[in-house]
């Protein structure tokens, strides 16, 4: 055992002894003998000191137009279950599923004759009390005279006024029953409550209904205006409230999910009074008169509320902005080399970014190829001529967020 310790830390030498020699091997096979390479012969050999390729493009000077950008839910302003107030059997249906219909055209109709009938015995019983109405007040007016003539009791005139007043009292309560029962037969014809598109028809002709249903017969939303529903952070609140607050209305836009086509252009009608405390959100509205009816109820739609514009500001893609520790910086081609540039940034996009300080309209920054960059490195840009071509003048979308200058995109 205590032979066997030595061969094992013999064998540890005779391994690292072999890779040693293998290393050596390499290098002199590598460099031929040679002394080790500096760092600049090593960047040559492994083609860094070429020029490297890159795609560059201007600075522009424009106008920025500050955005909140949101997700909203398409909701109508009005949708209303149809049902029937009273109680009957649905005798026909006119309308058709999924059409647009006017307020207080007609839907339907429940069978009409039991109402009829109560109608006509409140008519009835309105008529038989009239007439014993007018016979009571020709009796008073007889009573009258006879008490001018000291003919009857005084208590036979009390009688008769008290009972004129009772037979007017029968007559008002008989003219309400009249007007209820009419209103009753009325509501036999049930009619739209408010224009919209039409649902799906949920009772068939020769079903008993009533005002009871909780399906109904059918349901209305109103399509024209409609309302978009979407939430904004708590962060932005000052920046929109001052927006809102300030003259004129405030342009939102929905867009379809991939945000390349604009549905509809409205305007920002309400906020909400309180922040939802689980989401940190404030629930906003915005109207759209939906004329070619682009937005559909319950629809989820992108959402660009526009707050303000920035004319003339230096705005750069946002691919360029290199992010370090302490500062923003880019690398900007000047005389067929690339220059670090400090950059202070202020309104940010999906796609450009304002710079608030460091660079000039026209300069050029770096896009593609800022891995092999370094400062004063010589570059090349096979698209030379598209770049010196591009304009100055260039509009983007931000955040109000970034409008503020939070502080992963500040400069120092």
């Not at 005389?335 to 309104?347: C, F, I, N, P, T």
């Amino acid at each position: 055992m205590a032979q066997a310790l030595p061969l094992r830390r013999y064998g540890k030498f005779l391994i690292l002894f072999a890779g040693i020699a293998a290393v050596s091997l390499f290098a002199w096979y590598q460099f031929g003998g040679e002394p080790a390479p500096t760092q600049a012969e090593s960047w040559r050999r492994m083609g860094w000191d070429a020029p490297a390729v890159v795609r560059a493009e201007p600075a522009t000077l424009g106008s920025l137009a500050v955005q909140i950008k949101s997700i909203g839910t398409v909701t109508p302003l009005n949708t209303v279950v149809v049902r029937s107030r009273v109680e009957g059997v649905l005798d026909r249906v006119v309308f058709e599923e999924g059409a647009t219909v006017e307020q207080d055209e007609l839907l339907a109709e429940i069978d009409p004759r039991p109402y009829k009938t109560q109608l006509e015995q409140a008519e009835g019983q309105l008529q038989q009390n009239r007439a014993t109405l007018e016979n009571a007040r020709a009796d008073l007016q007889l009573y009258e005279k006879l008490w001018e003539q000291d003919s009857i009791a005084r208590q036979q005139l009390s009688d008769q006024r008290a009972l004129v007043k009772e037979l007017t009292g029968t007559i008002r309560a008989n003219q309400a029953q009249v007007e209820d029962a009419q209103l009753q037969l009325s509501w036999t014809r049930i009619k739209a409550p408010l224009s919209g598109k039409l649902g799906l028809r949920r009772v068939d002709p020769g079903n008993l209904i009533s005002s009871g249903d909780t399906e109904g017969l059918v349901t209305i939303t109103q399509m024209q205006p409609i309302a978009v529903n979407f939430t904004v952070p708590e962060i932005e609140l000052q920046a929109l409230r001052r927006a809102f607050q300030g003259e004129g209305k405030l342009q939102v836009e929905a867009l379809d999910r991939s945000e390349r086509q604009v549905l509809a252009t409205g305007e920002l009608a309400t906020l909400d009074n309180q922040i939802d405390t689980t989401t940190g959100t404030l629930r906003v509205r915005a109207r759209f008169e939906n004329d070619d009816n682009a937005l559909f109820p319950n629809q989820f739609v992108n959402v660009r509320l526009r707050l303000t514009t920035l004319a003339d500001v230096v705005t750069i893609p946002a691919d360029a902005v290199q992010f370090g520790t302490d500062r923003n910086y880019v690398y900007v081609i000047n005389d067929g080399k690339a220059y670090v540039r400090e950059v202070v940034l202020g309104a940010t996009a999906n796609d450009r970014v304002a710079v608030s300080s460091g660079l000039e309209p026209g300069e050029l920054v770096v896009l593609e190829g800022l891995d092999r960059l370094r400062d004063g490195k010589e570059v090349t840009m096979p698209d030379a001529e598209r770049a010196a071509e591009s304009g100055n003048a260039d509009t983007g979308e931000t955040s109000a967020a970034g409008e503020r200058g939070s502080p992963p995109r500040a400069g120092n």
